[in-house]
């Protein structure tokens, strides 16, 4: 999978949310690609990863864009993800759960591997 089929798939599993008082925006990379998402304005956009350095609160890094979609949709879990060294974050790893909420419409949804 590379960034613009992620993004597009990813747009199809959003959903608005309405409940978080802030907005979090998060940097997504795969290399030196990467995405932008914003829960306030449901935002899923590329950007280019050096323009992208001030608008971040979190940025997390994905061995693959296979890998953060499955992870952000539930397909794996974020424990076994971040044991084997698939993602790494900034310091900011707990902000990944608002930004997997956009896209898990159910509770429970994360399948074992």
Same mark, same amino acid.
């Given at each position: =999978?590379?960034? !613009? ?16 008082? $802030? !907005? ?8 030196? $690609? ?19 350095? !001030? ?19 539930? %397909? ?23 930004? =997997?909420?956009?896209?898990? %419409? ?8």
């Amino acid at each position: =999978m590379n960034r !613009d089929q992620c993004i597009e798939r990813l747009r199809e599993h959003s959903r608005p949310i309405a409940s978080f008082a $802030e !907005d979090i925006t998060v940097l997504l990379k795969v290399k030196n $690609e990467a995405i932008v998402v914003s829960t306030s304005r449901g935002a899923i956009e590329s950007v280019d990863v050096k323009s992208a350095e !001030d608008v971040r609160i979190a940025c997390f890094d994905f061995d693959t864009w296979s890998t953060a979609f499955d992870l952000l949709v539930g %397909h794996i879990d974020l424990a076994s993800v971040f044991l084997n060294g698939r993602i790494r974050s900034n310091g900011y790893l707990t902000l990944i759960f608002p930004i =997997m909420s956009i896209f898990q %419409h159910q509770r429970g949804s994360v399948a074992p591997e």
